[in-house]
């Protein structure tokens, strides 16, 4: 069977926190679940691919089809342009 690869095929997802631009929602080593089937809102928390790593980020606006980002930690993070949607792994529902 083929799936496009824009199709989620497993609606949750686990990640561990690998960095401090979150901080102080999401520390350096805090787990994330993930809703991999939902269109973020400005103000969510998501996880998504850029390069070759997965990075989480707050959702600033979403303009032109084009989400951009931010880390809630200033001093850490790192600027990232606008995403593209299909980039989205999912939006975060829990820390634990």
């Not at 496009?4 to 901080?23: G, T, W, Y």
């Not at 991999?36 to 996880?47: F, H, R, S, Y």
């Not at 001093?75 to 989205?88: A, C, W």
């Amino acid at each position: 069977m083929f799936f496009p690869s824009n199709i989620k095929l497993l609606p949750f997802s686990r990640f561990a926190v690998c960095d401090r631009s979150m901080e102080p929602a999401f520390l350096d080593s805090d787990h994330v679940l993930t809703f991999n089937w939902i269109m973020p809102q400005a103000g969510d928390v998501i996880v998504f691919k850029s390069n070759t790593k997965n990075v989480i980020k707050r959702v600033e606006k979403i303009k032109y089809g084009k989400i951009f980002v931010k880390g809630d930690n200033r001093r850490f993070s790192s600027k990232v342009g606008p995403i593209e949607p299909s980039l989205i792994i999912g939006k975060v529902i829990l820390k634990y």
